[in-house]
T-cell receptor, first 115, second 112 residues
């Protein structure tokens, strides 16, 4: 296993279009997290899954955002009707519940630019 | 979430030790101290964590003050590849321990 994979690495879209990002976590990890990072800031929590259940969503996650994790494996994050303010790096991370006090493994992120 | 305070930036020379400070005066007794770093164009990378005792691993050492209100991440010999933003994060050991709250971190520059 080579870690957390995110696809695509970069996405440029026009305002108003829908975009979808994919995250493949480490296979043994049952927790999956999405974060968003804007320039010069630290990552901000968006949502997390334990297996296929989405257990918390941040207030940052507006109605235009939806995340899924079917079958508790990979996850997708969809943004509908993109706005320029959605331009950011979207980071996915995973961890194993049993060792919750150890580190997360992050992917390299998907950089979204809305023009 | 308990907050941490870090310097915005620090500079070091290659092959010299680097001490990155973090203040967390409102830490609770069950909060773990975690450090992550983020290299340019990469996601954050776990570095080390501790609760009360000093910790060492292959990447770094973590020195925790006796009152736990501050900690220091120590890179024993900085290399150019250590240039990154370093984040000090408090992580609750209780029910909401899934969430990492990042600040702006410390931007470490390593000079050749």
């Amino acid at each position: 296993d080579t870690g957390v994979s995110q696809d695509p690495r970069h996405k440029i879209t026009k305002r108003g279009q829908n975009v979808t990002f994919r995250c493949d976590p480490i296979s043994e990890h049952n927790r999956l997290y999405w974060y968003r990072q804007t320039l010069g800031q630290g990552p901000e929590f968006l949502t997390y899954f334990q297996n296929e259940a989405q257990l918390e969503k941040s207030r940052l996650l507006s109605d235009r955002f939806s995340a899924e994790r079917p079958k508790g494996s990979f996850s997708t994050l969809e943004i509908q009707r993109t706005e320029q303010g959605d331009s950011a790096m979207y980071l996915c991370a995973s961890s194993w519940t049993a060792i919750a006090n150890y580190g997360y493994t992050f992917g390299s992120g998907t950089r979204l630019t809305v023009v | 979430d308990a907050k941490t305070t870090q310097p915005n930036s620090m500079e070091s020379n290659e092959e010299e030790p680097v001490h990155l400070p973090c203040n967390h005066s409102t830490i609770s007794g069950t909060d773990y101290i975690h450090w992550y770093r983020q290299l340019p164009s990469q996601g954050p990378e776990y570095v080390i964590h501790g609760l009360t005792s000093n910790v060492n691993n292959r990447m770094a050492s973590l020195a925790i003050a006796e009152d736990r209100k501050s900690s220091t991440l120590i890179l024993h010999r900085a290399t150019l590849r250590d240039a990154a933003v370093y984040y000090c994060i408090l992580r609750e050991s209780g029910g909401s321990n899934y969430k990492l709250t990042f600040g702006k971190g410390t931007l470490l520059t390593v000079n050749p």
